[in-house]
């Protein structure tokens, strides 16, 4: 069985040296407040945005491993890397194109100074 969001926040919390104390002012409530937060089986988002902050790491995280939203996240994944590549192609065929219109540019020079040095 996956550990708990508050497990989760708690191996989070102590990986950085961040006591509850710290993490319940953090979140406005006391050291045993805290504790109690900890051993709910939900915790608001705005919580879990203010610990983010504290420990300067994404608790959501915790959430991309479960279904559903493991599946929304792996197709909103997909969907970006679709348009980072088409985004690709488009700048590389910008970048020939830039390419071929610097060689006609030289080319034209080449000739403009060939008939100025002609006449």
């Given at each position: 069985?996956?550990i708990?969001?508050?497990d989760?926040i ?18 406005g409530v006391?050291?045993s407040?805290?504790?109690k ?5 939900e915790i608001?988002?705005?919580r879990?945005i203010?610990?983010?902050a504290l ?13 559903p939203?493991k599946?929304?996240?792996q197709k909103?994944?997909?969907l ?7 985004l690709?192609?488009?700048l ?8 071929d219109?610097e060689?006609v ?6 000739k403009?100074?060939f008939?100025?040095?002609r006449?």
């Amino acid at each position: 069985m996956a550990i708990s969001i508050g497990d989760y926040i708690r191996q989070k919390l102590r990986s950085k040296n961040i006591s509850n104390k710290d993490a319940g002012e953090a979140i406005g409530v006391s050291e045993s407040a805290f504790e109690k937060v900890l051993r709910q089986d939900e915790i608001y988002a705005s919580r879990l945005i203010k610990l983010s902050a504290l420990l300067n790491d994404n608790l959501f995280d915790y959430y991309y491993n479960i279904e559903p939203i493991k599946t929304f996240r792996q197709k909103e994944i997909e969907l970006w890397q679709s348009n980072v590549g088409m985004l690709s192609e488009k700048l590389s065929e910008k970048d020939k194109r830039l390419r071929d219109q610097e060689d006609v540019i030289r080319l034209l020079k080449e000739k403009e100074q060939f008939l100025t040095t002609r006449s």
